[in-house]
């Protein structure tokens, strides 16, 4: 079979189908391919399902440690695998709601399902269930996000070991029986969030991180060193500087050994994690046949505009890697792929060509606390020609911290000790995921520390920590009264 659109799309995740909503709305006929599930990564085994099992964690973590005097602790029942029902009937509805239902003939976006491969610079041959459909576009995006990084550890190949693809909606690689104990190779964000979410459940959790400390790579050290502290007073146990050198194991027990500050340590238990980050979906889907040239990291390589080495193909999402200060993040990618679509009908539409702008992107790991992060950390300032004013203030400063007996975490601002101007925010707190956009938007527009100051925020939020931190460029917080400037 055989069929000719304007736009043919790699992928059908969240860039995938900003791209063609977007060009359905220059009256253009899309069509998307998909190897797994309608949807891509986000809905079906990242963002959705593991904010909804993090979420369950918690709620008997609380109950189990109660933050107020006055309240008993109550360890409630649970069934793990329930759980895991209610969130696959989360993921479908989502997924039905918001990709499902938008495509059809009204807009003119179809998918084509199975395993997509380029032949030649228009040209994508799918291979699915129901044989063989050759799609031809005088348009092409490549938006093929991301996998998880399997790591040249001996023995891995022959041992079995999770990815996030655990959190998976009813696919034969779905975790659906919550294992005794469990090793995270890796001290990233993915590591971290589903590491405290199995110990809430209840597993041994075991974190080996390669590294000084956990969240090495991108983050300031002080947010690293407070989440390493926490995630230790929860009983996880929190191994830095430790190299995983072999695996062994099957079924029911699996063994680590890892080099740690020289010498070998043997870490055991029923399952093992890999959690040492993403890369981006670029082999054995025929790029080389369609002249499409790839970065050194393995990304497919795209100027400002999203544009490949062929001038009619783009890329956006994960798929890019980090050029031009892209992030693995689904809002990016959804972002970046109404700008591809764009660009790639900007000639016939008459409209100017788009770059992107990744300069301001706020993200969050969704540990408990929250971890909320934008824009410079104190080395990256410093390393772009800042003289730097840099201050970090505990969350016990922040009145709605103590209100609610939650005084874990702190709040980093990076500034221009010249111009004032905000550069960085980094926050682990309760609700930092939210507060976090403030800065965020205060970053887009330049803000000062004197703006952040002068803003009236509401009492007692936790917002209130971003006009603390300002503060602390002209004064001591902790001597000040409620809301005193």
Request: aromatic share 4%; with cysteine.
């Amino acid at each position: 079979m055989q069929r000719s659109v304007d736009l043919v799309i790699l992928g059908s995740g969240s860039t995938a189908f900003a791209a063609a909503l977007r060009a359905a709305e220059l009256g253009k006929r899309v069509v998307m391919t998909e190897a797994r599930t309608l949807g891509g990564t986000c809905v079906n085994r990242g963002c959705l399902p593991s904010k909804n099992l993090i979420e369950a964690a918690k709620l008997i973590y609380d109950a189990r440690n109660p933050r107020y005097p006055g309240i008993a602790p109550h360890t409630p029942q649970f069934d793990f695998a329930r759980l895991i029902e209610q969130k696959d009937q989360v993921i479908a509805g989502y997924r039905d709601k918001k990709y499902q239902s938008i495509i059809g003939q009204e807009r003119d976006i179809a998918v084509v399902y199975g395993r997509a491969r380029l032949v030649d610079a228009h040209t994508v041959v799918v291979d699915g269930p129901e044989g063989t459909m050759r799609l031809t576009g005088s348009k092409l995006l490549i938006a093929l996000g991301s996998q998880p990084v399997i790591p040249p550890i001996a023995g891995l190949d022959r041992t079995p070991y999770l990815t996030s693809d655990l959190l998976t909606s009813q696919e034969e690689m779905e975790l659906s029986e919550l294992p005794e104990s469990l090793i995270i190779i890796g001290g990233g964000a993915i590591a971290l969030e589903l590491g405290q979410m199995f110990a809430r459940f209840g597993t041994q959790v075991t974190i080996l991180e390669r590294s000084r400390q956990v969240l090495a790579h991108g983050y300031e050290p002080e947010v690293g060193r407070a989440i390493q502290e926490l995630l230790r007073d929860e009983g996880i146990a929190v191994q830095t500087n430790a190299e995983a050198l072999r695996v062994a194991g099957d079924g029911r027990e699996v063994s680590v050994v890892a080099r740690v500050q020289g010498y070998e340590r043997t870490f055991r238990a029923a399952r093992l994690l890999v959690a040492t980050g993403r890369t981006p979906n670029t082999r054995a889907v025929g790029l080389e046949a369609a002249g499409v040239q790839l970065t050194e990291d393995g990304a497919v390589k795209v100027d400002a505009y999203l544009r490949t080495s062929v001038p009619h193909i783009f890329a956006a999402g994960d798929v890019i890697g980090r050029q031009h200060g892209n992030q693995f993040a689904t809002p990016v990618g959804a972002h970046d792929g109404v700008i591809a679509a764009h660009n790639a009908f900007a000639e016939e539409t008459g409209s100017a060509l788009r770059t992107v702008d990744h300069r301001v992107i706020p993200r969050t790991i969704f540990t408990d606390p929250q971890i909320g992060v934008v824009g410079m950390s104190e080395a990256e300032a410093i390393a772009a020609g800042h003289r730097c004013w840099c201050n970090t203030v505990p969350m016990e400063l922040v009145p709605r911290a103590g209100a609610i007996h939650d005084t874990r975490g702190l709040i980093k601002m990076v500034a221009d000790a010249d111009s004032h101007e905000v550069l960085g925010v980094s926050m682990v707190g309760a609700n930092a995921g939210e507060v976090i956009h403030e800065a965020a938007m205060a970053l887009r527009f330049r803000a000062t520390i004197d703006d952040f100051i002068d803003l009236i925020h509401v009492y007692p939020t936790m917002a209130e920590a971003l006009k603390i931190v300002a503060i602390s460029r002209y004064k001591d917080p902790s001597k000040l009264s409620c809301c005193a400037e």
